[in-house]
C-alpha cells in the first residue's frame, strides 16, 4: 500500500472515476489510510495535534460573541467541547453561494445555516434503519459525510458514509479525519451545501493550501483570537 500509494493517486485522478468504480479496482482503500499519509504525511495527524489546544476555545468564543452558543460547557467532558466546536462551524462560516444553469435559465443558489449543518454531519436518533438510511443516502447524498446517532446535539456514535457503507469510528473528531481524508484519497469536490466548512478545516487545521477566499475572513478572526 505504502509504495503504491502515488500510483493509485495518478489512476484515479487520470480516469474520473466514481467512487464505486474505485473501489472496485483498489478494494483496500476503504480498509487502510495509507495514501493520506504517504501524499500529505506532515498534514496527516494535524487535526488530533491541534483541535482540543488550540482550536476549540477559539471557535466556542467566536460562537458565544455572534450569540450562536449559549449552552454551559461545565458538565461536558473535553471531548465534547470539542465535539460541540466542530458543530458551530456550519454557523460561522458564511454558506457558499453559487450559480448553476446556463444563459437565461441561470440561478443563484445559497444554502441555510440548516443545510449545511445536516451536509456536514448528518444527526439522527438512536435505532434508525441503518439499511435504509445507506440505501437512500448513496442515491442522495454520494459524497463522503458523517453521520451520527444520539439524542438532540449528543452522539453517541459516529459514523463516515462512504460508498453506502457505514464505517464506525470511536468519536466524531476521528469521523471529521477519516472523512476529510477520503475527499483527498478518492480525488472528488467537497459538497456545495458544506463546501466551505471543509475548505476551513483544510486550510486552516490541516495546512493544506486551496482555495481561501470564502474562508479568508473567519480564518483571520480565528488566528486573532488569543
Known sequence: M???AVY?????????WTIDQILE????LM????DFLVLHGDAASKLFETWLPIYVEKILYLA???????????RLTPDGVGELALRQLPALLSPTTYKVGRGCGVKVVRHTIQECSLAFIDHKPPGINMVQYLHEAKACK?????LTLGNDQSAFQAFVIIAGQALEQETLLQAIDV??????VFDIEYPKQCEHVWEFI????YEIQGRESKIKFIKTRILACK
Open 179 to 184: 472523512c476529510f481524508k477520503a475527499f483527498f
Open 202 to 205: 483544510q486550510n486552516v487545521i
Open 2 to 4: 505504502q509504495n503504491t
Open 8 to 16: 493509485r493517486a495518478k489512476r484515479i485522478r487520470d480516469n474520473n
Open 31 to 34: 480498509t487502510k489510510g495509507m
Open 25 to 28: 479496482e483498489f478494494p483496500r
Open 64 to 74: 458565544r460573541q455572534e450569540g450562536k452558543l449559549i449552552l454551559p460547557l461545565d
Open 142 to 146: 454520494p459524497c463522503p459525510h458523517i
